[in-house]
């Protein structure tokens, strides 16, 4: 009867091994999703900050040409303006298809393709 008794409580040791590698495994499986998410929004708010600021510059520059060539200087940049605000108003339009829809999918893809290529080595076992 003890012998059984050993067995059991090897059996609940391996359980219980199992079950910790388990919660430990999820645990780095979810710190690496979330540093990919991390780094994938830090990417798109770089990359945002950097159009921008591009967009910023060659719209002065427009502004200034657009004037000199008008010679007045303010038309250039109320024309300017006038262009910003219109591309603006499309950009507000289409937000949806344009950043809503890739930037889900991109954080959709982050944050389950770790889960889908564990369920196919998991079946690739299985077979």
Request: glycine content about 6%; hydrophobic content about 55%; aromatic content about 10%.
């Amino acid at each position: 009867m003890s012998e059984e008794f050993k067995k059991a409580g090897s059996v609940f040791e391996q359980v219980t091994a199992y079950v910790n590698t388990r919660v430990t495994q999820a645990k780095l499986s979810i710190a690496e999703r979330m540093s990919q998410v991390t780094a994938l929004l830090v990417a798109v708010l770089l990359s945002a900050l950097v159009f921008f600021l591009f967009l910023l510059l060659l719209s002065a520059a427009a502004a200034i040409l657009i004037g000199q060539w008008l010679g007045i200087l303010w038309i250039g940049f109320v024309i300017v303006a006038g262009i910003v605000l219109t591309s603006g108003i499309i950009i507000w339009t289409f937000r949806g298809r344009l950043f809503q829809i890739p930037i889900m999918n991109r954080l959709l893809d982050a944050l389950f393709e770790k889960v889908n290529d564990d369920k196919k080595n998991e079946k690739d076992k299985a077979d």
